[in-house]
């Protein structure tokens, strides 16, 4: 559809590029029986593909902005006027229309409720191993052919273990080895992302 149709874009550069290998992508399509798991790698990588070139999805989005009683809440609104990439990419990236009402700057309104809800924070989860790459690949730490690497070295020194689950459990080494680090109260943190991404960045 994309040729027929001349929607064809060329495909964007990523914003990363670490020289160990081009961008994995289709060839063909298979002529084998493929296995379940199999199917969904091949459909992913077929579906990511053609996603990247297509056009980029087209939206209007309103932020409206509420003062009650001097506590400013936001509510945001989403028009989609074209899926286009996302037409191909829909079951891993979607958008859905959030319709407003019509309003006008300055305008005064009466909230129909008003709904006071009492809770608390929560630690964060413990992280499985794609949350664990994407955290490092946010924060620069790593490479498409290193990241495997680091994630298998602190399993290694026992400063993580993984659970049944496939979570990452911090040891009492790995925890004690941070609190260490954190009472140095050194300018640089070695405990924090940042010295690690400042080294590779060198």
């Not at 020289?19 to 091949?42: G, R």
């Not at 409206?64 to 996302?86: C, Q, S």
């Not at 290193?146 to 496939?166: L, M, P």
């Amino acid at each position: 559809d994309l040729l027929d149709q001349n929607k064809f874009c060329q495909p964007k550069a990523g914003k990363n590029n670490d020289n160990s290998h081009p961008p994995i992508h289709p060839t063909k399509l298979p002529d084998v029986q493929l296995k379940p798991n199999e199917a969904k790698l091949y459909e992913l990588v077929s579906r990511h593909f053609l996603a990247c070139c297509s056009a980029d999805a087209l939206g209007d989005e309103t932020v409206v902005d509420f003062d009650i009683a001097g506590e400013v809440f936001t509510l945001k609104g989403l028009m989609v006027r074209a899926l286009n990439y996302l037409e191909v990419y829909k079951p891993y990236d979607r958008w859905i229309d959030k319709p407003l009402p019509n309003f006008a700057e300055g305008e005064t309104i009466v909230p129909d409720t008003i709904d006071m809800h009492e809770g608390t924070t929560t630690a964060p989860p413990l992280l499985k191993e794609a949350e664990l790459i994407k955290l490092m690949d946010d924060n620069g730490i790593g490479t498409d052919a290193t990241i495997a690497t680091h994630i298998q070295t602190i399993q290694e020194r026992s400063y993580a273990s993984k659970t049944e689950q496939g979570y990452f459990l911090p040891t009492t080494l790995g925890l004690a080895l941070v609190t260490s680090y954190d009472a140095m109260d050194l300018q640089q943190q070695l405990s924090k992302p940042q010295l690690r991404a400042q080294m590779e960045a060198d």
